[in-house]
Structure formats: structure tokens, C-alpha cells
């Protein structure tokens, strides 16, 4: 059995925090934060027009390596536009992970769509195999459109997310969305710095949503980003957030149903100055991680989430997997209370998808990786400042 004590006191080692709280992820502004909103308020922009809001979508764009990226107020909006955009309507069905964040399906709801969930794989991604052999059983074509047989509703794309910054193997399942005529997204809020194959990930698929949120690499308070590829797409998601308005000197005109999801400039301005700073933070967060793997290697019953081989992770939230056979929900708990009780921030990760109450009836395949992940990990202290306090030498050091 894993001993709760022992992993707590460890954790405080390596962190250097004993009697000190640490928190999951803390936001961090020491680079030109201030000047940037400084001149915000100082200038009066401050709303969804101003010079840091374009610059911080050309910014994203060129170090995502997107064409383009549309700046809205949060990733939640992001992905809401990027399903509209996909095409999705209201009774289509959208196959997500059961493993997300809440706004994966949230977003679809808005559109009146119904998710269809998906199990893991031991890495927290998806398993294209999996997922190929359960579509055969379960669907058939009809006119080019794949279709659910339970159901009758049509399935028209997959929404892969980058779960905690892990990239999933996208070339595997870019071959199943081919194959069964499949849009590919990507719910990539969590991994900003993340790269799939030398790619940063996000504009694979048709369309990425990428969050801002505070807890993130880089924040801009609240905020999230569409990427893409196609200019066409780009052009109708900057029209739709910003309420569909045509250009006019005086008059407001609007041409279509829309949204109000522009990113304000004072929030982009915080953008801009996080974004200065992003190499040093991810490379902080590398060598943390580096630092959990070294002193846990010796830990009975615990790993550390890796990133898969194919990629390179931002490592946005380290995890303990609990690996003693006998862990069970019960056992999570009790460390994620001791852990809590001394100052160590910890978290299960979310509710899978199919337990809560909205998403409850919704479509899924078996989902028994997922089920069983859920009672077992743990995301600890991840923050890169972390990285700086001082580190103990039971062991040879890790940081640079």
C-alpha cells in the first residue's frame, strides 16, 4: 500500500516547502507586464480594440507556427467558434475524450450537438486503434457521412485534447478521421509550448482552441485563442467574435448572429509580456519535472506522468499515477488529503465526462482506461518558479 506520509514528505523536499503552502500553478509577472497595461490605461485602450490584441494574435501565429490565431476572452469561447466553424449543428455528434476539462463538451452544448465520448490510453491521450475498431462496430456510412446505428445521428468530427500538455498522436488519428470522413479539432488549452513531431500542436486539425486562463503557461487573466491554417476560417472567426460588425466609419451594421468573445487589449497587453517569457518558463517546468522524476524514481507505488516519445510536452501540470495494485479511490484520497493538510496543492483530475449529470445519457464507447486512471492520479505542484527554490541533496543534483 502506498504510504501517504512518506509521498507528502518527499514532495515537501523537493519542493523545499515544508511549512509553506504551494500552490497547483501560480501566474507570474516579472517581465513588462506592468509597462504593457501601464500604457493601456494610460493611452484609454483597454477594450476589444488596441494595438497588443493584434500583436498578440501575430504572435501566437508565429511561435505556434499557425497561420493564423484569433484572440477571443476565453478558451471556452475559442472552442465554441472552432465547432461552429467546423460546421458542427444542432444533433450532430462530436467524438471528445471522457478525459477533459468540462469545456470540451460545454462548447459542443452551445451548439446543440451531442458529445461522444472516448477512452484513453495509458498516456491520457486516445487510442486510434481503439477508436478505429469501435467505429467499425458501431457506425456505418451513409452518403459519405458516418453514422452513429444506436443513435441515427451523424458523427461528424473528432475533438482531441492535449491532457495536461501531453500531445496524442496525431498521425494515428488524423488516419481514423480520413477513414471515416471525420473533421479533426484539437482542444489544445493546456499545451501551449507543446509539440507533436517537432510541430507545435494546435493547427493539425481543421481547427485549435488554445486558453489564457491564470492557471496556465502564460495568462492573460482570462483568454484563449483560435489557430488555423486556413485563411478563409480565419477571416469568419474574426468577424463572428467580434459580433459580426462590418466596417464603417460610423454606422453598426451587423450581418449575422455572433459573438461578443473579442480578447480586450489590456488583457492581450498581459499576453504580449508573458509570451516574451515563454522559453524560460517552459524550460523551468522541464527541469522540474526533471527534478519530481529523480527523487520519485525510488518511491514504491508512485510515476510521474511522462511525455509519449513521439512529442515534447510543456509539462503544464505534473501527475503522480498511483501504480500499487491495490490503489483504489480510497487510497487517492487519503493522499490527496495528507498532501493538501501540509501545504502541498494537489488535485484529482476532473470528473470523467459520462458522470456528470448533463453528460450522463450521452453516447460512449467502454471507457475502462479512463475509469481507472481517474482513480489514480494525482497533479502536484507545477508552477515554474518552483523550479528556483532551493533543492535538497539526498540525491545527485538535477537542476541546472
Not at 511522462?306 to 501527475?319: I, V
Request: charged share 20%; hydrophobic share 40%.
Amino acid at each position: 500500500m502506498i504510504n501517504a506520509d512518506d509521498i507528502t514528505a518527499l514532495i515537501q523536499r523537493i519542493l523545499a516547502s515544508a511549512g509553506a503552502t504551494v500552490s497547483l500553478h501560480e501566474p507570474s509577472f516579472n517581465a513588462n507586464e506592468w509597462q504593457y497595461v501601464k500604457e493601456c490605461l494610460d493611452t484609454g485602450w483597454v477594450s476589444s480594440v488596441g494595438k497588443y490584441v493584434d500583436r498578440f494574435e501575430q504572435e501566437l501565429a508565429s511561435y505556434t507556427g499557425a497561420n493564423y490565431a484569433i484572440a477571443t476572452v476565453n478558451g471556452t469561447a475559442a472552442l465554441h467558434i472552432c465547432y461552429l466553424l467546423a460546421g458542427i449543428q444542432r444533433g450532430d455528434e462530436v467524438l471528445i475524450p471522457t478525459l477533459t476539462f468540462v469545456a470540451t463538451s460545454n462548447a459542443l452544448a452551445y451548439c446543440g450537438a451531442v458529445p461522444h465520448f472516448l477512452d484513453a490510453d495509458s498516456a491520457l491521450g486516445l487510442d486510434a486503434a481503439k477508436i478505429a475498431d469501435y467505429l467499425q462496430d458501431n457506425t456505418k456510412n451513409s452518403g459519405g457521412v458516418t453514422v452513429n446505428i444506436h443513435t441515427a445521428r451523424p458523427i461528424r468530427a473528432l475533438c482531441v485534447m492535449h491532457t495536461l500538455g501531453h500531445p496524442v498522436d496525431l498521425d494515428a488519428l488524423e488516419k481514423v478521421c480520413e477513414k471515416y470522413n471525420l473533421i479533426l479539432l484539437e482542444d489544445a488549452a493546456e499545451a501551449l509550448g507543446s509539440y507533436y513531431k517537432g510541430t507545435h500542436v494546435g493547427h493539425r486539425g481543421l481547427l485549435g482552441a488554445l486558453s489564457f486562463n491564470g492557471n496556465k503557461i502564460i495568462t492573460t487573466g482570462g483568454g484563449g485563442a483560435i489557430l488555423t491554417n486556413d485563411a478563409a476560417l480565419a477571416k469568419q472567426a474574426k468577424h463572428i467574435t467580434t459580433t459580426a460588425k462590418l466596417p464603417h466609419a460610423w454606422e453598426f451594421t451587423h450581418d449575422q448572429v455572433a459573438y461578443n468573445y473579442r480578447l480586450p487589449n489590456i488583457n492581450a497587453a498581459l499576453g504580449c509580456a508573458q509570451l516574451e517569457t515563454i522559453t524560460k518558463r517552459l524550460s523551468d517546468k522541464r527541469l522540474l519535472m526533471q527534478n519530481y522524476r529523480h527523487y520519485l524514481a525510488d518511491l514504491k507505488g508512485v510515476s510521474l506522468i511522462q511525455e509519449p516519445e513521439y512529442a515534447k510536452s510543456n509539462y503544464w501540470l505534473n501527475a503522480l499515477l498511483l501504480t500499487d495494485t491495490q490503489t483504489n479511490l480510497a487510497n487517492r484520497n487519503v493522499l490527496l488529503q495528507t498532501l493538501n493538510d501540509n501545504g502541498v496543492m494537489s488535485r484529482p483530475l476532473w470528473n470523467l465526462q459520462h458522470t456528470l449529470p448533463m453528460y450522463r445519457d450521452c453516447p460512449r464507447m467502454p471507457l475502462p482506461i479512463a475509469e481507472n486512471i481517474i482513480t489514480r492520479l494525482i497533479q502536484i505542484p507545477s508552477s515554474p518558479e518552483l523550479i528556483t527554490r532551493k533543492q535538497p541533496h539526498k540525491k545527485p543534483e538535477v537542476v541546472a
